[in-house]
């Protein structure tokens, strides 16, 4: 089964925070790692523009990729949003197990756990976008 970390720029550490929590709690990924203080430099609307942001990595399954990319999307105050998977190619055995088996099941493999989740799991997308106000910088 191949795994992938998902690495996501925000607009500050709490921004990270919650749709880290969000990704977790709803098993599209398995844990969230946040990083503060990251300076970024990059062409935006035709100027290069320089901020301060926040690295969220996301550990993940591969096949969960598309969907923590629109979850991503959906939360993220952001208009275009980093949001990039990078394949993990070895690890230790244990910890890629660990990952499979905290986020969700495969169809088939647990529908009734994914039911569950997908019904009970779903904070508003609106919620952290209202909280951290749309952005028109990446």
């Known amino acids: 089964m191949p795994f992938d970390f998902v690495y996501i ?4 550490p709490d921004q990270a925070r919650a749709i880290g929590r969000i990704l977790v ?3 599209l990924a398995a844990c969230a790692n946040v990083f503060d203080g990251m300076s970024s430099c990059y062409w935006w609307e ?3 523009t320089e ?3 926040s690295v969220l990595i996301a550990k993940t399954r591969s096949d969960l990729v ?5 979850r991503v999307k959906a939360l993220h105050s952001y208009s275009v949003p980093c949001v990039v998977a990078l394949r993990v190619g070895k690890g230790n055995p244990d910890f890629l197990r660990w990952i499979a088996d905290e986020t969700l099941p495969k169809i088939g493999r647990g529908r009734a756990r994914l ?3 997908a019904g009970k799991r779903q904070p508003r997308a609106g919620a952290a976008r209202a909280k951290f106000g749309a952005r028109k910088s990446r």
């Open 9 to 12: 720029t925000a607009a500050s």
């Open 115 to 117: 039911r569950q989740a």
């Open 25 to 27: 709690t709803e098993r």
């Open 46 to 48: 035709g100027k290069v």
């Open 51 to 53: 901020a301060r942001e």
């Open 66 to 70: 598309p969907s923590v990319i629109a």
